[in-house]
């Protein structure tokens, strides 16, 4: 996987080049022998696997596991993975339902193990399930490789549509975005939160991101985010502030207001 994305220039105007660019980047990234090589071995070998102790026994299939979920950080912690896998979700009190980032229970309900007498591994479409989610998060990888804002605006480009179309209750919706690390710092830089409000109770935490994305965006519901330009607008804002906190600013602020105000098209943004 010795493909490198392109984006060459930051904020927005890398974005709109890496959105036009982004299929045949894609393409060219998981055309290499080596990722290639990994699909095919999960193809063949993935339905066998009927437990999770099998899956992390296989460094191999685990990777991928983790992969198609951003986890890939996780590879050596084999018993935590073995126990998230073994637990399933259906039960309240299982480990993947009491930790904050939700990638883990999304790889937990995805594989079966806990839930079901046969997992999901046997299902004739699993594979390409995992692999797409696989290719998807490993792109996004190499992409933040390059421009981590990138990555992080890719994953709500994602992610936010099926969150905002769900039928859960506004506080649910916004406990999974807190809940994921790649959404709740996309929805920090977009909105000027501090890293420190995830200190705070998690219901204070969802009443300051409804207010600051009111002001800010002018959302009054997550599920205005299932419109595209909504959603653009969110990922521009965060771009954007995203560029100006990495600039050395003159003039008291003068260039960010630039940027933000002549760069940002038909809306503008108040610091």
Request: proline share 3%; net charge neutral; charged share 20%.
């Amino acid at each position: 996987m010795s493909y490198s994305p392109v984006i060459p220039v930051s904020g927005y105007a890398g974005w709109v080049f890496l959105n036009k660019t982004k299929e045949q980047q894609q393409a060219a990234f998981v055309a290499s022998a080596g990722f290639q090589h990994n699909k095919t071995y999960f193809r063949e070998k993935i339905a066998n696997i009927k437990t999770a102790d099998e899956l992390v026994s296989d460094r191999r299939l685990m990777a991928i596991a983790l992969g198609a979920f951003g986890l890939d950080e996780d590879i050596n912690n084999k018993f935590f993975i073995r126990k998230i896998l073994e637990e399933g979700t259906l039960d309240s009190s299982s480990l993947a339902n009491k930790l904050s980032d939700k990638r883990y229970k999304e790889l937990s309900s995805a594989f079966g193990f806990g839930d079901f007498s046969v997992p999901r591994t046997v299902l004739s479409d699993f594979p390409e399930e995992i692999l797409q989610k696989y290719e998807q998060k490993q792109f996004e990888i190499a992409v933040g490789d390059v421009d981590e804002s990138m990555r992080l605006a890719m994953n709500a480009q994602n992610e936010l549509p099926e969150i905002a179309n769900s039928t859960a209750s506004e506080n649910a919706k916004w406990f999974k975005i807190i809940g994921s690390a790649p959404l709740s710092l996309f929805f920090q830089g977009a909105l000027g939160l501090p890293k420190s409000i995830g200190a705070l109770d998690v219901d204070q935490q969802v009443s300051i991101y409804m207010d600051k994305t009111k002001q800010k965006l002018g959302v009054n519901s997550l599920a205005e985010l299932s419109n595209p330009e909504l959603l653009e607008k969110a990922v521009k804002t965060f771009l954007l502030r995203s560029q100006v906190a990495q600039m050395s600013i003159p003039n008291n602020g003068t260039v960010a207001l630039q940027l933000l105000q002549g760069g940002s098209g038909s809306f503008s943004l108040r610091l």
